[in-house]
């Protein structure tokens, strides 16, 4: 806002600057109000701060948590496969006998001479060659880990003493995964 004076010819007072020295009350006052302004601050970045640790170390246990989960998934889905896999090599024993007396008639146009246990046992070795062809090998810390499982006797199992004792690796020709286990 603009202040008009008009000259009326008389004399005008004399300006005086405002003085620069204040009270000391006032003078008080003024430094708690910005020692508190600083404080506030202060307190407001140091709650971001905290904040944001909490929310990155949320994401972070958020995203370790799936990862431990997929994994899981991965490792018992794997595990489900090969068992039953197995399960349908032993299923292939009759069809495999059927269709070995099939060739043996056509090729030598009689059947196999070999006694039922000798066959037996080379179709027995034709199923283990498949079993063969695929492995899965369960890693510990501990018997006791394995244990916990419910493991087919053909799994291959083996001390790892770098795993904690709720994980157990399940390793396949595809690669591995780490399965934690239920407390």
């Known amino acids: 806002m603009v202040r008009i004076i008009k000259h009326t010819g008389e004399t005008l007072p004399a300006w005086t600057p405002r003085s620069r020295v204040i009270k000391g009350a006032a003078y ?5 109000i910005e020692s508190l302004f600083k404080a506030a601050v202060e307190t407001k970045s140091q709650i ?12 972070q246990r958020g995203l370790s948590d799936g990862i431990q989960a997929g994994q899981n998934e991965v490792s018992q889905f794997a595990f ?20 070995i007396d099939e060739i043996a008639l056509k090729i030598l146009g ?7 246990h000798q066959q037996d046992e080379l179709r027995d070795k034709a199923i283990q060659k498949i079993k063969a062809q ?5 890693l510990a810390s501990s018997p006791e880990a394995i244990l916990r499982l ?5 799994v291959d199992f083996d001390l790892r ?3 904690s004792p709720d994980q157990v690796l399940v390793l396949t020709e595809v690669g591995s995964s780490t399965l934690t286990l239920d407390r």
């Open 28 to 32: 008080k006052e003024q430094k708690e």
């Open 161 to 163: 003493l770098d795993l």
């Open 134 to 138: 695929h492995q899965l090998k369960l």
């Open 48 to 59: 971001a701060k905290e904040g944001l640790t909490q929310a990155s170390q949320s994401r």
């Open 110 to 116: 009689r059947p196999l001479t070999l006694a039922a």
């Open 150 to 154: 419910t493991v087919p006797t053909f």
């Open 80 to 99: 489900s496969i090969f068992v039953e896999r197995n399960h349908h090599c032993e299923d292939l024993k009759e069809p495999l006998k059927q269709i």
